[in-house]
């Protein structure tokens, strides 16, 4: 397997992690009876445990190396990453979590990532690579839209759900440029610690933390295996693929999600699970969306080999 596509192959299994997580998340809210506001900082600030711990004395020397510049750079994005969660799990209060998905993760944020990518990093996707990113977003529509109940207003989670996207675009954006020359597993663990602990601060200033009992407190702790795995496979492929390819194969998240579900509800018929309302055109989303996967490992491919071609002319020179 090449580069480029082992790299999509990460991105794609932070996907699938990301998925099982967000079933995970809807069975804590219902059956333990957590506050969504909990739910959205513990994880965080227990993956980021996680993480740093996994090597500590590299995250040591991570942290004691950052300096001036660096920390300014880990505070921003930490504040970043708070900020477009807590605006994200709010809208999902709002607005649900299918239209939030439709209008964030699974169309604007890809968008904006897309736009300040191409301005900040200079990256730029190809014609292939742009089929392929709209029958991505395209296909996640198909899964989570619920066409009897679409509306276009414009209310407080709406823009709530397009603002997080924005604010999150940002911070993709930073990471990558953190991880062009910093530690991948000790960025991921710092930047998961400190969003928990803004989340957790925040959280406690303004009432909003309701305590949990043991139970709740082993579910957390299991649950912070979700975002240390699922945000460091992410931030991998950041540097390695794009930031633009990174989100538009992320965006199958909601595809995913809807595949647990499924998966849950064939060993647990009884579980209560929010499906989308057809099921016919999720499948048919799923199709579409693939497809445009497909394409992107066309495209993945055919540079690989004009690649390798070019290095073989090279060494005959």
Request: glycine residues 12%; proline residues 2%; charged residues 15%.
């Given at each position: 397997?090449?580069?480029?596509?082992?790299?999509?192959?990460?991105?794609?299994?932070?996907?699938?992690?990301?998925?099982?997580?967000?079933?995970?998340?809807?069975?804590?809210?219902?059956?333990?009876?957590?506050?969504?506001?909990?739910?959205?900082?513990?994880?965080?600030?227990?993956?980021?445990?996680?993480?740093?711990?996994?090597?500590?004395?590299?995250?040591?020397?991570?942290?004691?190396?950052?300096?001036?510049?660096?920390?300014?750079?880990?505070?921003?994005?930490?504040?970043?990453?708070?900020?477009?969660?807590?605006?994200?799990f709010d809208a999902v209060g709002r607005i649900g979590a299918s239209?939030?998905?439709?209008?964030?993760?699974?169309?604007?944020?890809?968008?904006?990532?897309?736009?300040?990518?191409?301005?900040?990093?200079?990256?730029?996707?190809?014609?292939?690579?742009?089929?392929?990113?709209?029958?991505?977003?395209?296909?996640?529509?198909?899964?989570?839209?619920?066409?009897?109940?679409?509306?276009?207003?414009?209310?407080?989670?709406?823009?709530?759900?397009?603002?997080?996207?924005?604010?999150?675009?940002?911070?993709?954006?930073?990471?990558?440029?953190?991880?062009?020359?910093?530690?991948?597993?000790?960025?991921?663990?710092?930047?998961?610690?400190?969003?928990?602990?803004?989340?957790?601060?925040?959280?406690?200033?303004?009432?909003?933390?309701?305590?949990?009992?043991a139970t709740g407190w082993a579910i957390l702790l299991l649950m912070?295996?979700?975002?240390?795995?699922?945000?460091?496979?992410?931030?991998?492929?950041?540097?390695?693929?794009?930031?633009?390819?990174?989100?538009?194969?992320?965006?199958?998240?909601?595809?995913?999600?809807?595949?647990?579900?499924?998966?849950?509800?064939?060993?647990?018929?009884?579980?209560?699970?929010?499906?989308?309302?057809?099921?016919?055109?999720?499948?048919?989303?799923?199709?579409?969306?693939?497809?445009?996967?497909?394409?992107?490992?066309?495209?993945?491919?055919?540079?690989?080999?004009?690649?390798?071609?070019?290095?073989?002319?090279?060494?005959?020179?």
């Open positions: 397997m090449d580069f480029r596509r082992r790299f999509i192959g990460v991105v794609l299994f932070s996907a699938l992690i990301v998925g099982f997580e967000s079933v995970a998340v809807e069975g804590a809210l219902k059956i333990a009876d957590l506050s969504i506001f909990l739910v959205s900082a513990m994880p965080s600030f227990i993956g980021g445990i996680i993480l740093l711990g996994a090597f500590p004395q590299g995250s040591k020397r991570f942290i004691k190396g950052l300096g001036r510049r660096g920390w300014s750079g880990m505070l921003v994005l930490c504040v970043l990453v708070a900020a477009g969660v807590l605006m994200w239209k939030e998905a439709i209008l964030g993760g699974g169309s604007s944020e890809v968008l904006f990532i897309v736009i300040l990518s191409a301005l900040l990093l200079s990256e730029r996707l190809r014609r292939w690579e742009v089929l392929g990113s709209f029958l991505v977003v395209a296909g996640v529509f198909l899964v989570l839209a619920n066409v009897e109940s679409m509306s276009f207003s414009l209310e407080l989670g709406e823009i709530e759900a397009i603002l997080s996207s924005l604010i999150l675009a940002f911070s993709v954006v930073l990471t990558t440029m953190l991880l062009k020359t910093h530690d991948l597993t000790a960025l991921s663990g710092l930047e998961l610690f400190l969003s928990g602990v803004f989340m957790v601060v925040f959280g406690v200033a303004f009432g909003l933390v309701k305590w949990p009992d912070g295996l979700f975002p240390a795995v699922g945000l460091w496979t992410y931030n991998a492929g950041l540097p390695r693929i794009g930031a633009s390819l990174t989100s538009v194969l992320f965006a199958l998240n909601g595809i995913m999600t809807v595949g647990v579900q499924l998966l849950v509800l064939f060993f647990v018929p009884d579980a209560d699970l929010m499906l989308p309302q057809n099921l016919g055109l999720a499948v048919t989303g799923g199709g579409v969306a693939f497809v445009g996967v497909y394409l992107l490992n066309r495209e993945v491919g055919r540079k690989e080999k004009l690649s390798r071609v070019a290095g073989g002319a090279e060494g005959e020179i």
